[in-house]
């Protein structure tokens, strides 16, 4: 009868796992925004012609989350004036593809929400050919990654919040 220890199975799972390229993920993190205008629309990206999301990108070393989710919404959309409404929360996901070494990326990504009253759309970002303003039926449409929906569900009151008239400048947030 055939028997191997579990610690030699494991270890030849993992050997077997690296040669067909199922590596360890490796951990990044992100930031970004939910930016309305003034219509209530939401800012969309395309990312590399294949997806669409939410601006957002990789946190610098020397940047905070917020300044990050500034920074790459300018790149992806080419808007730079936002006004920070608050910030929405976190949620993890993997990123759509492997990376250059083979290796899974999970993300963790700290988003904010942003109003606006620029109207224009410029991506500066080669991997951003298209960003669009678009409603909120719209967006959650578009919303390539099953997490990315998921988060943008979540929120949706608060964005209903900022989209109604009735808001005062007093109102309170709990996210």
């Known amino acids: 009868?055939?028997?191997?220890?579990?610690?030699?199975?494991?270890?030849?799972?993992?050997?077997?796992a690296r040669l067909k390229g199922h590596m360890s993920p490796i951990f990044s993190q992100s930031a970004g925004g939910i930016v309305m205008n003034?219509?209530?629309?939401?800012?969309?990206?395309?990312?590399?012609?294949?997806?669409?999301?939410?601006?957002?990108?990789?946190?610098?070393?020397?940047?905070?989350?917020?300044?990050?989710?500034?920074?790459?919404?300018?790149?992806?959309?080419?808007?730079?004036?936002?006004?920070?409404?608050?910030?929405?929360?976190?949620?993890?996901?993997?990123?759509?593809?492997?990376s250059a070494r083979g290796f899974l990326e999970r993300k963790r990504i700290t988003m904010f929400l942003f109003r606006t009253n620029?109207?224009?759309l410029a991506p500066i970002d080669p991997h951003t050919p298209e960003a669009r303003w678009v409603s909120r039926v719209e967006a959650l449409r578009l919303l390539s990654n099953p997490h990315d929906k998921e988060f943008f569900q979540s929120v949706e009151r608060h964005l209903a919040m900022i989209d109604s008239p009735r808001v005062s400048c007093g109102a309170s947030w709990s996210v």
């Open 1 to 16: 009868m055939f028997s191997i220890t579990k610690s030699r199975c494991a270890v030849r799972i993992r050997r077997f």
């Open 38 to 98: 003034d219509r209530g629309d939401v800012l969309v990206v395309n990312q590399r012609g294949l997806s669409w999301s939410l601006p957002k990108g990789h946190i610098e070393r020397h940047e905070d989350p917020l300044t990050t989710a500034r920074r790459e919404i300018w790149e992806e959309t080419g808007v730079w004036e936002l006004r920070l409404v608050k910030p929405l929360g976190c949620y993890e996901r993997y990123r759509g593809a492997r």
């Open 118 to 120: 620029q109207f224009r």
